[in-house]
């Protein structure tokens, strides 16, 4: 339950920006990392309670998640998009790197 009069709300996950939910939402902000990088952080949170995320985890989680990637397509929709993996070297407590939005 959100209070009244909440001045911000974060939803996290790509399900956040799913089409249907899109009237909700004052802003979208897409985070893509690298391959590897997507694979640790997903394996990381897919495991069972109380047991270690397996490689089968992560399968079976993106046997659900790729489609529903695939046909939601969150990214498009986004306002800004961040680099979760970024090769520039810089200093995250003092400086933002910024970057024009790809032409499609």
């Known amino acids: ?7 911000l709300l974060i939803v996290e996950g790509a399900g956040a920006a799913r089409r249907e939910a899109g009237h909700f939402a ?4 897409w985070v893509q990392a690298g391959e590897r990088e997507t694979e640790r ?8 309670p109380g047991e270690s995320p397996t490689v ?5 989680w993106m046997a659900e998640e790729a489609p529903f ?5 969150p990214w498009e929709r986004a306002d800004p998009m961040a680099c ?9 407590a003092v400086e ?7 032409s499609r």
Do not use: H, K, N, Y
């Open 41 to 48: 952080r997903s394996l990381a949170r897919v495991g069972q």
């Open 69 to 73: 990637l695939s046909f939601q397509r």
């Open 26 to 29: 004052g802003a979208s902000l």
């Open 1 to 7: 339950m959100v209070p009244a009069g909440c001045p």
């Open 56 to 60: 089968r985890d992560l399968r079976d």
């Open 84 to 92: 979760g993996t970024p090769e520039i070297s810089f200093d995250p």
């Open 96 to 102: 933002l790197v910024v970057s024009s939005r790809p």
